[in-house]
């Protein structure tokens, strides 16, 4: 019954995943929220625009697009930072000799490159941060009240006030210096395989510790995305829906992944 906040495309030899951020507040744009709003307007820019060559100059021209989408869409003004909508972004381009990939945010991929793994994107020291975090704000409430509490609300909010100033993490957004600030790794050699995902969909790897990297790649050729997001629920909704043994300020969240 809720809106999903992430996206997902691919075009030409390019893949990405993109995880709106929880509104924490009344909405600005229409929609099932604006997080949606976010991720669906910049998977669309994304596909119009994946011809660039350069990601940096990709994630500029989609941000420029959101911006102006904002600016035409938005049903009321932002009195504050912590309401303007915003996601992370996981970008992989596969070129003949390698693979780049850029990102904003705690996405994650998985990559199988000329017999190797490789990973970028979000990392066990990142979701351990937040883990701990959520632990020290909830204070031992529920996953399913953290958002309902108005001490977390007003920590998130400062939180999200510092995005995109320097402060605090760059994300996708409507400020356009964040394609400068995004993070970049190249890793050479042949692609064979790769599994793009939102963190809700990587949690069963870094939060719940279920797969190792390889495990986690090879689990999903061989199971199949379906079986393995049946898994991330068992565990959120059966094992631990009160998060008290895996912290977090929501019991599940959105889970999106592209194994390519």
């Not at 945010?105 to 979701?127: F, Y």
């Not at 094992?239 to 599940?252: N, V």
């Amino acid at each position: 019954s809720k809106p999903n906040d992430d996206s997902f495309g691919a075009a030409g030899n390019r893949v990405w995943v993109l995880d709106g951020a929880t509104g924490l507040g009344s909405r600005l744009l229409p929609g099932g929220s604006d997080a949606a709003w976010l991720s669906r307007t910049a998977n669309r820019l994304l596909h119009a625009h994946h011809a660039i060559r350069d990601s940096v100059q990709l994630v500029r021209a989609v941000i420029a697009g959101l911006a102006s989408a904002f600016e035409q869409e938005c049903l009321a003004r932002p009195e504050a930072r912590w309401q303007l909508p915003c996601a992370s972004l996981l970008l992989l381009t596969v070129e003949r000799e390698h693979t780049e990939a850029v990102w904003l945010g705690d996405c994650r991929a998985i990559l199988a490159i000329d017999g190797r793994i490789e990973t970028c994107g979000e990392t066990a020291e990142g979701e351990a941060e937040e883990r701990a975090w959520a632990a020290e704000l909830g204070q031992g409430a529920a996953a399913s009240a953290m958002l309902g509490s108005d001490s977390v609300m007003a920590a998130l909010r400062a939180s999200r006030d510092r995005f995109n100033t320097g402060e605090g993490r760059w994300v996708l957004g409507l400020e356009p210096r964040a394609a400068d600030h995004m993070k970049s790794a190249i890793f050479h050699g042949a692609f064979t395989e790769g599994l793009a995902m939102s963190d809700g969909f990587s949690a069963l790897a870094l939060k719940y510790r279920r797969y190792g990297a390889d495990a986690l790649l090879a689990a999903a050729s061989q199971k199949g995305l379906a079986a393995l997001a049946g898994e991330l629920r068992t565990v959120e909704e059966v094992e631990d829906p009160d998060g008290r043994a895996y912290p977090r300020f929501k019991r599940s969240d959105d889970a999106t992944a592209l194994l390519f």
